[in-house]
């Protein structure tokens, strides 16, 4: 996938009271992002982290690549209910039948390009909202691209009207929304496109990474996130407000803006702790995105900076870095479903869609997260699908068929 742009960012110190923003780097990627109260903590993801990803140019083994992302949701669902993406597709992996798999929630990004690529980024968004309404809770367009008035605001109002409009009766489904820096929200040189985005949006993701200020204390860690959220808070409106991104690197050195602040793991850890025990003024219950669910590899040659690889979670290897970091889900925070499977049953007729899986057994998640989909149907075709039923109907005894009524 060509012309990934990516403005690693950002952040803002306080002086009299005002809010000054630096910007980190220019490179090719994505950004970091978490949830809220352990329940509510959500995770920034990208694929790009996986040794299956060509992420220095090349085509991929799109069976591998569906394997690898599949692992990763099934790991992040250990540990978060919201997942936002930046892309929607990658390589024609949707996204949403993955996220369904696992009850993941998803904030859906749509990757804002003029290439040619961008119309597979609107059908997959499409899909998503027509298949999994229970999945997408809101479509994301725009990625700190306001920076230097890089994108406007109504090329990201036109990327979501074209979603609606191809959406038609089904638009109200989902909510709308934009991602940019904390920067660019308190600039006066941008209220109007700013005030344009909030008048027409229903969510309004902000970023702020209080690494990136010089005055960042440990000891408090998230004051600085908080004077800044308010900061927006008090001038846009405040039901409209997600926090999108934040984090801290487990490693690298200091940057150049933030020079007394080292990245480390315990430093991860503590900021982290603070995050989910943060919770501004009626924002309980909402997702409070962590950047991100892994580490970059080091092979990567779009990231120029060396903290920016050290954001995630996990490692590129999927490894835990620390116990407890992040926390796990409690019994009621997960939703995972369960059917009693019938091998050698086949169910015929009342087809609604299909969807990849390894194993019938996780064909369950994604049917309960299919709108309609009441019962399933599971064969080795393409490597396992998924047949998603309207109902159980007629079933006849087939070999290497599992099937299941869905609660």
């Known amino acids: 996938m060509a012309g990934i742009k990516k403005l690693f960012s950002l952040v803002a110190a306080l002086a009299l009271g005002a809010a000054s923003a630096y910007n980190e780097s220019s490179s090719v990627g994505i950004h970091r992002n978490l949830g809220a109260g352990s329940g509510d903590i959500a995770a920034c993801y990208t694929p790009f982290h996986s040794w299956q990803y060509p992420?220095?140019?090349?085509?991929?083994?799109?069976?591998?690549?569906?394997?690898?992302?599949?692992?990763?949701?099934?790991?992040?669902?250990?540990?978060v209910t919201y997942v936002r993406t930046y892309y929607a597709q990658h390589f024609g992996i949707e996204i949403a039948p993955i996220a369904a798999k696992y009850n993941i929630k998803l904030y859906l990004g749509v990757f804002l390009t003029k290439e040619s690529w961008g119309a597979s980024e609107v059908t997959a968004a499409v899909n998503a909202v027509n298949n999994y309404p229970g999945t997408v809770e809101a479509i994301i367009v725009g990625n700190e691209n306001m920076i230097n008035h890089d994108e406007h605001s109504w090329d990201i109002l036109n990327k979501i009207n074209e979603i609606k409009?191809?959406?038609?009766?089904?638009?109200?489904?989902?909510?709308?929304?934009?991602?940019?820096?904390?920067?660019?929200?308190?600039?006066?040189?941008?209220?109007?496109?700013?005030?344009?985005?909030?008048?027409?949006?229903?969510?309004?993701?902000?970023?702020?990474?209080?690494?990136?200020?010089?005055?960042?204390?440990?000891?408090?860690?998230?004051?600085?996130?908080?004077?800044?959220?308010?900061?927006?808070?008090?001038?846009?409106?405040?039901?409209?407000?997600?926090?999108?991104?934040t984090g801290f690197p487990t490693a690298g050195s200091s940057s150049s803006v933030s020079p007394r602040v080292q990245p480390s793991l315990a430093g991860s850890v503590n900021y982290y702790e603070g995050v989910v025990d943060w919770n501004p003024a009626g924002y309980a219950g909402r997702p409070k995105f962590w950047f991100q669910a892994f580490d970059r590899r080091w092979d990567d040659k779009?990231?120029?900076?060396?903290?920016?690889?050290?954001?995630?979670?996990?490692?590129?290897d999927k490894q835990y870095k620390q116990g407890n970091f992040p926390h796990p889900l409690t019994a009621s925070s997960s939703n995972t479903g369960s059917c009693n499977l019938e091998n050698g049953i086949d169910y015929s007729g009342n087809d609604i869609g299909s969807a990849w899986s390894a194993s019938a057994a996780n064909c369950c998640g994604i049917c309960k997260g299919f709108q309609g989909c009441k019962a399933f149907s599971w064969n080795n075709y393409n490597g396992g699908t998924c047949w998603l039923k309207?109902?159980?109907?007629?079933?006849?005894?087939?070999?290497?068929?599992?099937?299941?009524?869905v609660a």
């Not at 779009?302 to 590129?316: A, D, K, M, P, W």
Request: hydrophobic share 35%.
């Open 55 to 79: 992420v220095n140019g090349g085509g991929a083994d799109v069976n591998a690549l569906r394997q690898s992302i599949d692992d990763d949701f099934r790991l992040m669902s250990k540990h």
């Open 165 to 245: 409009s191809r959406l038609g009766g089904n638009a109200g489904r989902v909510k709308y929304g934009t991602v940019q820096r904390v920067t660019e929200y308190l600039d006066s040189n941008f209220d109007s496109e700013m005030w344009q985005l909030a008048n027409n949006l229903d969510i309004l993701g902000v970023n702020i990474y209080p690494f990136f200020d010089n005055g960042y204390d440990a000891s408090r860690p998230t004051d600085l996130l908080n004077t800044l959220w308010n900061m927006v808070g008090n001038k846009y409106p405040r039901d409209k407000l997600r926090l999108t991104e």
């Open 302 to 316: 779009t990231v120029y900076v060396e903290l920016e690889r050290h954001f995630g979670f996990f490692t590129v």
């Open 390 to 405: 309207s109902g159980k109907g007629g079933w006849a005894n087939n070999g290497g068929v599992v099937s299941a009524v």
